[in-house]
């Protein structure tokens, strides 16, 4: 049918324009150029003449198959449509590609001889999206992981390329295999590591690479969930703890599955003062310190991987001694010394002790009465002198009566016997007249 389309089409050309055509042939060469087009994509086939005398253009597929010649559609297919036709051009466009489009089209100038220029469309075929295999949630600390990233469609095939925490991990498998179409293919690639606690909650992804994606990349990710045993630490308030003093012990607990409560002991046993040790939550709060508190406390959590703990020695220290400025205020001791400093003072004195006052002391500053004080130490001194004369004056007096009796029972006795007998019978008479006066 299109050999006698071609033909019927050769037959309405005069015979003027043959001869023409076969004059100016020698200088007329169409020149056509290779197409790339993604998969349901449009692509555009142009042949151009730069000398051309009215001579036909024509557009055929890879099967032979007449689309155009000049401006008449030859083949009935929705998806081609004429963009142009002229003596100089002929351009065609092919929507919504497949891949059977993809193959060789063939530009014809109808000279004598037929010239002819071919055009190769190459069809990208785009991956599909990645898939990601082999992760069972979840995955214990330790344990040899394997994932797998598989996209198929590619034409040609896609490029695969693991990332994990965005640093990209290059020792991995790579297999490609055809598709049944045997047009496009399928790529895997596969990733193997040993998970540690710091996996959790890291993000691995596949990275699809492929010309088709117009450099936006196809990615899958999986998120990493790893379950280990507890890591414990004891956080004190404060580094030196002093006697007197409150203190938080704050038992600081990572795991997964999350370890809850913790348990606090001392010294290998249970707290001895519950009632000044409070635990709350993962806190022990000391209400305030002593020196009975000295020991070490342990903190241990446990989660259904296994079990950890942390020690933490307290030393409670004395709080240090702080020497605070003293004033020393002058008091009077009793009344009397007061009254007697009023009436001892006179003008003089006063005058003399503001003229001895410190000339660099600042006005309406108060500080010690020297003058005062001087006073009182003389009246002290003054009234103790006259006690102790007064009472050596008594003794005096005293012992010279004692005597003076003594001589007098003394004056007639003949020995010592009979004169103490006589000074005792004076002061019997002494004691009677004494009765007589009274």
Not at 166 to 186: G, M, W
Not at 198 to 219: K, M, Y
Not at 254 to 260: I, R, S, V
Request: proline letters at 6%.
């Amino acid at each position: 049918m299109l050999v006698l389309f071609f033909l019927c089409n050769l037959s309405w050309v005069p015979a003027a324009a043959s001869k023409n055509k076969a004059k100016g042939s020698q200088g007329q060469f169409p020149l056509t150029q290779n197409v790339t087009v993604v998969e349901g994509g449009t692509a555009i086939l142009t042949c151009r003449v730069d000398q051309n005398d009215n001579t036909s253009l024509q557009w055929s597929n890879p099967a032979q198959q007449t689309l155009y010649f000049d401006d008449k559609k030859a083949l009935r297919d929705n998806r081609i449509e004429l963009v142009r036709a002229s003596w100089h051009e002929l351009s065609i466009s092919v929507s919504d590609v497949s891949l059977s489009d993809e193959g060789q089209y063939t530009c014809s100038l109808f000279t004598m001889p037929v010239k002819t220029s071919k055009a190769y469309l190459t069809v990208l075929g785009v991956p599909e999206k990645p898939q990601i295999s082999g992760f069972s949630s979840p995955v214990m600390e330790g344990d040899l992981m394997q994932l797998t990233c598989k996209t198929s469609g590619s034409k040609p095939a896609a490029d695969i390329r693991w990332f994990k925490n965005d640093k990209e991990i290059k020792d991995v498998k790579y297999l490609k295999e055809e598709d049944a179409n045997r047009k496009t293919f399928t790529v895997s690639s596969t990733l193997d590591f040993r998970v540690d606690r710091s996996d959790d909650g890291v993000a691995v992804i596949c990275r699809v690479d492929h010309e088709a994606l117009n450099a936006t990349p196809q990615v899958a990710m999986q998120v990493l969930e790893i379950h280990y045993t507890p890591s414990v630490k004891i956080i004190p308030s404060t580094p030196f703890p002093q006697e007197g003093q409150p203190l938080i012990l704050t038992c600081e607990s990572k795991g997964k599955p999350l370890p809850e409560p913790v348990l606090w002991t001392k010294d290998g046993g249970e707290l001895p003062d519950p009632d000044r040790m409070v635990v709350s939550g993962r806190e022990l709060n000391i209400l305030f310190l002593n020196k009975t508190d000295n020991g070490t406390y342990r903190c241990e959590a446990t989660n259904t991987i296994g079990q950890s703990s942390a020690e933490y020695v307290l030393i409670v220290h004395d709080v240090p001694n702080t020497l605070l400025p003293t004033t020393i205020i002058p008091s009077l001791t009793t009344a009397t010394v007061t009254t007697t400093v009023a009436i001892t003072t006179s003008p003089t004195t006063s005058a003399t002790t503001s003229s001895t006052r410190d000339p660099n002391a600042l006005a309406g500053q108060t500080g010690p009465d020297h003058a005062l004080i001087g006073g009182i130490v003389a009246v002290v001194v003054f009234v103790t002198l006259c006690s102790i004369f007064l009472l050596g004056r008594y003794l005096a007096r005293h012992k010279g009566t004692y005597l003076t009796n003594e001589a007098k029972g003394a004056e007639d006795a003949p020995d010592a016997d009979t004169a103490i007998i006589n000074a005792e019978g004076s002061q019997v008479n002494a004691e009677e007249k004494k009765e007589y006066f009274i």
